[in-house]
Structures are given as C-alpha cells and as structure tokens.
C-alpha cells in the first residue's frame, strides 16, 4: 500500500513559538499542518482525514466558527486542499472510495463534501456526539455545514468484538477496506477519537494518531514535552483528559516497544511532518520532486 503524507491547509495560531516551537518570537502566528494520508489500494484511493476542504475556502465565514477562524487564522489555499492535491498526483477526486476519519472537528472533516461518493468510516461514538451538539464549544468544532450532505455514506463503529493490535482495541473489517487498515479507539480529544493503523508495503504500520497527541515531543518515553500554548489547545478541547493523558501514555509505550515495527504520526506537528515527507509542509504535492510525490 502506497501512502502519501498531505498537508490540508496550514493553521496560523496565535503565540508564534509557544505554538509550534520553531517560529521566531510570540507575537507572530505559528504554523500548523493538517497531516492527511492518501493511501494508494487495489481497490482505489482511501483518505485518512480530508483537512480543510474547497468549500471551506471558498467560504469560510458560512463553514466555519468565527471563534476558530480568529484563533487559528487557517491558510486558505485552494492548491492545498486534500481534493486539488489528488488531482495533481493524476487521480479523479471520484477515485477516493473512502475516507477513514480521526475525528469530526472542523480541520479534519472539512473536506467530506469534495468527496461526495466516498464512503466515511469513523466510530459510533464520534457521530453521536458530533451530531448532539451539546455544547457551545461542540457547535464551534463540529460543523454539520461541513458533511451533511455525506451523511447517506456515513459507516460507523462500535468497538465490541475489536481485535488486538499491539495490544490496543482495533477495528478491523471495515467495509469495502482491505484488513491493512484499521481504527484504533484513542478517546480522549473526543469521546470518538481514534487513530487510523496503516500496514504499509514493507509489512510496517503507520498509526496516523490524529489529535491523540498534538508535539512530536510528547512521544519521548524519558522526557515527554509539548509547547505551552499546545498544551493549553489540547486542555482546552478535550473531552476527557483522564483518557487522553492515558492514551498518550500508550503511545509512548507502543513507540518504546515497538518502534521498529510502528512508525506514529499526528495530526498537526510541522517537524514530524517534514521530517517525514522530507519537503515543506506549505508545498503542495505537486511541486515536490518534480511532480514526482513524496510517499512512505
């Protein structure tokens, strides 16, 4: 299975180097990624998170809270979005049969009505309450403007009957996906959030961890560490952090242990992405090597 690393449309938060570590100062914005995967199977393409999508380029102040657009001041590039870089890679946008979801937060689900005849994969959990819009932050981070019209093809998941996978809870079988991909239940940034397990050709996996985690630095089993101002995101969104801090902890485990066999990525780290695709995280993918993309 070929797998191409995306960015979807950088985010710009407010705080600068208390953000993402490596911008200049505090009173310029930093740069976050949209870290998306586009895997190449035997049965068509398979999107891991869409990012931010066309329509919210097009129009964000009807896409989007105003809350989250002053905080993160996202990158609106239309070149960047998951549907134009599946073009510039040669495909149809019709040739993505399926999107597996992370999460329904805005700047993961944006991009669901690109693809209006893939099938959507997440956990049960996750719809339920996206669509309860229980709270004033739940309305702000989940957007029904965003994938309503994907509802028909939504496909959910329970975890009763999982399978182990390095001993997490797996969802396997997921319909019309072949057995190399699978969901992996990481509650905590919402009570459906999970990581998206990819076994690549050389027979390793890629867990794609979404928001479980947001600094390459909170993955260092010794001395984890996040950024002051990510810390503060991550408090500020989660849904339970009794389960989040576990579930990194986890992580960290399975990255100790089995680090030869698992490689780990999230959703929004620019020096995990770039480190992993080799190029600039705001280069769409055509531009990379010569229209030649980068891939893992």
């Not at 809350?67 to 073009?87: H, I, Y």
């Not at 076994?199 to 950024?227: N, S, V």
Request: charged share 25%; glycine share 8%; with cysteine.
């Amino acid at each position: 299975m070929r797998v191409h690393h995306l960015n979807c449309i950088s985010t710009c938060p407010a705080g600068g180097h208390l953000m993402d570590s490596r911008t200049p100062g505090v009173l310029t914005r930093a740069h976050l990624c949209c870290h998306c995967l586009l895997l190449e199977t035997n049965d068509g393409l398979v999107l891991v998170d869409t990012g931010l999508g066309l329509r919210d380029c097009a129009s964000p102040r009807t896409r989007l809270s105003a809350f989250f657009l002053a905080l993160l001041k996202p990158e609106f590039r239309d070149e960047m979005t998951a549907a134009r870089q599946v073009e510039q890679l040669g495909f149809k946008r019709s040739d993505v049969r399926h999107i597996v979801l992370t999460h329904l937060d805005f700047d993961h689900a944006g991009g669901l009505d690109d693809f209006p005849h893939a099938s959507v994969h997440m956990t049960r959990v996750e719809r339920d309450y996206a669509l309860l819009q229980k709270t004033w932050l739940d309305r702000q981070r989940f957007r029904p403007q965003q994938w309503r019209e994907t509802r028909p093809q939504w496909q959910v998941y329970g975890e009763a009957g999982g399978d182990s996978w390095f001993g997490f809870n797996a969802v396997r079988n997921l319909r019309g996906l072949p057995d190399d991909i699978l969901l992996v239940p990481l509650p905590g940034h919402t009570h459906g959030h999970a990581g998206v397990a990819v076994r690549k050709d050389d027979g390793k996996w890629l867990l794609q961890a979404g928001d479980a985690y947001f600094f390459h630095r909170e993955m260092d089993i010794e001395q984890p560490w996040c950024t002051p101002g990510l810390r503060m995101y991550q408090a500020m969104m989660e849904k339970d952090r009794k389960q989040r801090l576990a579930n990194q902890r986890r992580l960290r485990e399975l990255r100790h242990h089995h680090g030869a066999q698992v490689q780990l990525c999230c959703g929004h780290d620019p020096i995990e992405f770039e480190r992993l695709t080799g190029h600039a995280m705001g280069t769409p993918i055509a531009q990379v090597r010569g229209m030649r993309p980068a891939f893992s």
